[in-house]
């Protein structure tokens, strides 16, 4: 008696179970489609979402498997168990399709993942403003301007929340374009905050959060959200835990200046007619500090700048290479009169910090002539880190240039005095209170007094176009004999700037290394 010869999958077998089973699939998937409301396979590949939406896939897959199992009976080869086959390989291939839908409706939402954060802004004052904004949750990230778009929306790829449990939460201030003395220097923030929705979307939705806002409120979730994301309840702390809310503890919000960031100094300089000072403070003496965030505060002559309107305990940066660390700000010409024998003090103060935790505090500071260049110099922090802090003098293209120059003269108290008397006689000019500004030695052993205004914002002008100048000093010749006499002397005259007039000069006036000082 010959041995039984087992039953194996010829190619023709494997044709026709593949064929059957993707046929019955098919079936399985559409039934269930037409169960749900036809919404459960959008998400699933195009060729099996076409397929399933034509009955006449299924017949011409029925009428294909009939040839075919009519060339297999005839076939003398031993046949497989078709019915095992056919139901093993339906299930497969169900369980395939549910897993794809299942993946692209349900994506990894760990912080690597981005989801497009879009938001309208009602505001009361000027049609979507630029915005400054940074992402305080999951993942802390630095403020940056962001502008509306065409439609009128803001638009930001934000880390989406890993879990159930956590939050995104950003913030949002208008941006500030010029500097401002200000008793409240504090911007209204806007608020964003959202959770993924705990029962996401079933359709092929965009991976996106849409909110609404007014300026300065919390944000709801909009009307037209896809539906990934859901509302942080409205008795949710609005600050992440374990935020320092300032750099000292006895810091508290003080008058100051409203002052723009470098960021928009740095794309606004070419079409201002005021200059700026770009700050740079470096270490390389941090590499073991283990910090993920630094917060600072800057101060000019005493008072703070709220970089942008933001508080404190907003003012933070990523502390993302310690081993060369760096910290940038620009500075316009605020209320700088030179009362300091022609110089300024500036201030800032770093804390660094580890999930909110603040492990290492410095205190810098140096002087600093206005509209000059700061050479590099070298401070030490009270724990011996040593920082080099140097300042850049930027030119607009079409800066002014003219000073009106009142006195010119080597003897410093001379001019302190000459200084004291101008500003004790409060004038004014064109309505602006008239500032005697304390200019230090450049090339020349000379001290200077040029005339300056206060503006509307606090800020002290004392660089002019032509015309303007030109103006000023005849003021200043057709004042009262008498007071004319006191405050001025009759050779006062127009001085025009020339290039190399912001650099530091053979005197470095107000830097550590003074050099030939009278």
């Not at 299942?102 to 915005?131: I, M, V, Y």
């Not at 001019?415 to 500004?437: C, P």
Request: glycine share 8%; aromatic share 10%.
């Amino acid at each position: 008696m010959p041995p039984a010869k087992h039953a194996g999958l010829t190619l023709l077998d494997s044709i026709i179970i593949l064929l059957l089973g993707g046929m019955l699939a098919l079936v399985v998937l559409w039934a269930g489609s037409q169960l749900n409301g036809g919404a459960l396979f959008t998400n699933v590949p195009d060729w099996l979402s076409k397929a399933a939406s034509s009955i006449w896939t299924y017949a011409t897959g029925g009428a294909s498997s009939l040839v075919l199992g009519a060339l297999r009976w005839r076939s003398k080869a031993p046949a497989p168990n078709y019915l095992l086959w056919i139901g093993g390989t339906t299930v497969v291939l169900c369980l395939a399709v549910f897993g794809a839908a299942l993946a692209e409706q349900h994506p990894s939402q760990g912080l690597g993942t981005t989801a497009l954060l879009r938001f309208s802004l009602k505001c009361d004052r000027a049609e979507h403003p630029n915005l400054s904004f940074f992402q305080k949750d999951p993942l802390y990230k630095q403020a940056h301007t962001i502008a509306a778009e065409s439609d009128g929306n803001y638009k930001e790829y934000v880390d989406f929340p890993k879990e159930a449990a956590t939050r995104f939460y950003g913030r949002a201030v208008r941006v500030v374009s010029s500097s401002l003395a200000t008793d409240a220097p504090i911007s209204p923030v806007t608020e964003l905050c959202f959770k993924p929705n705990p029962k996401p979307p079933l359709n092929n939705a965009p991976f996106e959060a849409h909110l609404e806002c007014l300026e300065g409120k919390r944000c709801s979730i909009s009307g037209d959200d896809p539906g990934w994301v859901t509302d942080c309840s409205t008795n949710e702390k609005t600050a992440p835990i374990g935020l320092i809310t300032t750099v000292y503890a006895d810091e508290k919000v003080q008058p100051g200046w409203k002052v723009p960031s470098l960021e928009t100094l740095r794309k606004m300089g070419d079409r201002e007619r005021a200059g700026y000072t770009e700050f740079s403070i470096h270490s390389s003496q941090l590499s073991g500090l283990n910090a993920d965030s630094v917060q600072y505060l800057i101060k000019a002559n005493g008072s703070p700048l709220y970089v942008d309107g933001w508080a404190p305990e907003d003012m933070l940066k990523p502390f993302e290479n310690p081993g060369d660390f760096t910290f940038s700000f620009g500075l316009q010409n605020l209320n700088f009169s030179g009362a300091d024998d022609g110089c300024e003090h500036i201030q800032v103060y770093l804390s660094f910090r580890q999930q909110g935790r603040v492990i290492k505090q410095v205190a810098l500071s140096r002087k600093y002539a206005a509209l000059r260049e700061a050479d590099q110099e070298e401070v030490r922090s009270d724990d011996g880190t040593t920082f080099t802090w140097t300042g850049k003098y930027v030119k607009p293209r079409n800066e002014d240039t003219s000073e009106v120059f009142a006195l010119s003269v080597p003897n410093l108290q001379n001019m302190r005095n000459a200084k004291n008397q101008i500003d004790a006689a409060r004038l004014t000019y064109d309505g602006m209170e008239v500032v005697a500004v304390l200019r230090p030695p450049l090339n020349n052993p000379n001290y200077g007094i040029v005339i300056g205004v206060r503006q509307p914002s606090g800020q002290v002008r004392f660089t002019f176009d032509t015309a303007t100048a030109s103006s000023l000093l005849n003021w200043i010749l057709h004042l009262p004999a008498e007071q004319q006499k006191r405050l001025f002397r009759k050779d006062a005259f127009i001085y025009h700037m020339r290039p190399g007039d912001s650099g530091t000069g053979t005197y470095k006036s107000c830097s550590s290394i003074a050099a030939h000082q009278p």
